[in-house]
């Protein structure tokens, strides 16, 4: 048996002097030197006692050892979870527990908070910095590079990648070897990938974007990443010239629209520009080519499929819509209640089914039989309308979900978190257009009779809780929420209420 994965991102490269990542200060990293750098990570989780199968939580800034540690996850067979590093310790705590991870690196600021929940999970916790540094580091550099690669069968799981939930618990999306990797062939051919592409990589590397499809991508076809810490403004103009591709969320085109240093000159080299994670204006894809020449091409993703369609590479690439099913991606659109399927024009739920979807939700056998159905149909969560060409448009959710520069914010959670606190009798957390993160939530509070709130008690409480770009940035007191005569609360309507929350003085 051999390890399909590894095989074909890495282990192909090994000895190979092509240039992998393109690095700030002009450095560089073959392939052949990162194959050995991931064997040293090999080589330390195995000195970490972790065995196939088991699980490593992961909270590391993004760098190339963070990217070798992913690629002897894969080598060693042990199951990533790679997590935002805006989560707080209480967020983490949640993921090592259900995950039941055997193995925990962090940062190394985060390791006072984050020993005690570790060591309650009987997790070996270790440490990696942004520039190689760390006890994690210390480690691999002083291990021979395993050269033994763990078999694996494509079945076998890959990666867990957590979602939040609509009910404020998080899933954990588990993802194979064959769902990552047929997914990644797909996407290297219809977005015509090859090994003289240069992808500026300015997306983080815990989700499905900037990791599958960023990364995964760039392996499998031999190109390079100029491999940039986090999405800087000046960086990415400063890099751009020398790319050929680049992936983002709609928030990085909208804010090279905002720098008039962006221009067609600048963007010369470049032969493709991707958006996904999250919806792209109509008008920002028009001004984006009207100043450039380039026509964004849109894709729909999520975590737990990876890509299900996308605009076409040579023919037209629809604003406002994220194009047709990708091949061996199959997609329909239901009635929400029946499950029934709905004719062409119509508005439904999407589902999708294909090589790409994923195998379920860790230990929640109910979740996982409520979206994902015994045809292999999973139901998306998102509304949509596939015109006559097989075009799917994205017209709303079926879930409460907000999604910020990218990041997903589950109203439920943050509710779950306000209503507890003194003085609240209930709350309700609906999204607002944001110039700059396209949307953001927005808190509404009502207060127990005869109660007053302490906002910044509030503020406070969600500081310590919840990650940043998941805190409410505008909070309202109301003396009742909005209900129909069922009793639900209308989010439509406090949704429209506060419609210009962050867009009237921007
Ligand atoms: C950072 N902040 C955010 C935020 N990112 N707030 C709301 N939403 C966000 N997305 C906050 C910080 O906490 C901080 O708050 C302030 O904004 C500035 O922080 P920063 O680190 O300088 O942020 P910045 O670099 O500007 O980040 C914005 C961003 C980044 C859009 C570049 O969030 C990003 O790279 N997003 C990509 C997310 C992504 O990869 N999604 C893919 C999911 S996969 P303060 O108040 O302290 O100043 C998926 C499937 C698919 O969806 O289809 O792809
Ligand atoms: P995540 O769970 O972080 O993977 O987010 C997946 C969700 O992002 C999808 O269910 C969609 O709601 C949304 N999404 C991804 N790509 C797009 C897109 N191109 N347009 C609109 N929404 C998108």
Request: with cysteine; glycine share 10%.
């Amino acid at each position: 048996m051999t390890n399909p994965l590894y095989d074909q991102l890495f282990g192909r490269h090994r000895g190979s002097d092509r240039v992998f990542l393109h690095l700030p200060g002009g450095t560089s990293l073959s392939y052949g030197a990162f194959v050995t750098l991931a064997g040293r990570y090999g080589a330390a989780l195995l000195e970490m006692g972790l065995e196939p199968g088991d699980r490593l939580a992961t909270q590391t800034p993004k760098s190339p050892e963070a990217l070798a540690l992913i690629a002897a996850c894969i080598q060693t067979g042990v199951v990533l979870l790679p997590l935002n590093t805006a989560y707080t310790p209480a967020e983490l705590q949640y993921f090592i527990e259900n995950s039941g991870a055997r193995g925990v690196i962090c940062a190394p600021q985060s390791q006072d908070a984050l020993a005690p929940i570790a060591a309650t999970q009987g997790a070996k916790l270790m440490h990696l910095g942004a520039h190689g540094d760390g006890s994690l580091a210390d480690l691999a550099n002083s291990c021979t590079p395993l050269e033994d690669v763990t078999p694996r069968a494509a079945e076998d799981l890959a990666a867990i990648l957590y979602t939040s939930g609509t009910t404020g618990r998080s899933k954990g999306a588990m993802l194979s070897q064959a769902n990552l990797l047929s997914n990644a062939q797909t996407l290297i051919d219809f977005w015509r990938f090859t090994e003289r592409d240069v992808l500026l990589h300015a997306l983080p590397i815990y989700h499905t974007h900037g990791l599958f499809v960023g990364t995964n991508i760039t392996l499998l076809a031999g190109g390079s990443m100029i491999f940039l810490p986090k999405f800087d403004l000046d960086a990415v103009i400063a890099a751009m010239p020398q790319a050929s591709t680049m992936m983002g969320v709609p928030t990085f085109y909208t804010r090279l629209l905002e720098d008039t240093r962006f221009t067609g000159d600048l963007a010369q080299h470049m032969r493709l520009f991707i958006s996904g994670s999250a919806p792209l204006l109509a008008e920002t894809h028009e001004r984006f080519e009207a100043r450039s020449g380039h026509r964004i091409l849109e894709r729909y993703g999520m975590t737990e499929t990876n890509m299900n369609t996308s605009n076409p590479y040579d023919g037209e690439r629809r604003a406002g819509t994220v194009g047709p099913a990708l091949p061996g991606v199959e997609v329909k659109i239901t009635d929400p209640e029946s499950g029934a399927p709905l004719p062409k024009g119509e508005i439904g739920m999407v589902e999708v089914r294909g090589p790409n979807v994923f195998q379920g939700y860790w230990q929640m056998p109910e979740k996982t039989a409520e979206e994902l159905r015994k045809d292999g149909f999973f139901i998306t969560g998102d509304l949509g309308q596939l015109d006559k060409d097989d075009y799917l448009t994205i017209v709303g959710r079926g879930k409460d979900l907000i999604i910020s520069g990218g990041f997903n914010i589950y109203p439920k959670e943050i509710e779950l978190l306000l209503d507890e606190q003194p003085g609240v009798l209930e709350s309700a957390v609906v999204g607002a257009p944001h110039p700059d993160f396209g949307e953001s939530p927005v808190a509404v509070l009502v207060p127990e009779p005869g109660a007053q709130i302490d906002l910044e008690q509030i503020r406070a409480a969600m500081a310590e809780t919840l990650a940043r770009f998941k805190q409410p940035r505008r909070i309202e007191i109301l003396p009742e929420l909005p209900r129909n005569t069922m009793g639900k609360v209308q989010k439509a309507a406090l949704r429209a209420q506060y419609t210009d929350s962050f867009t009237q003085n921007a």
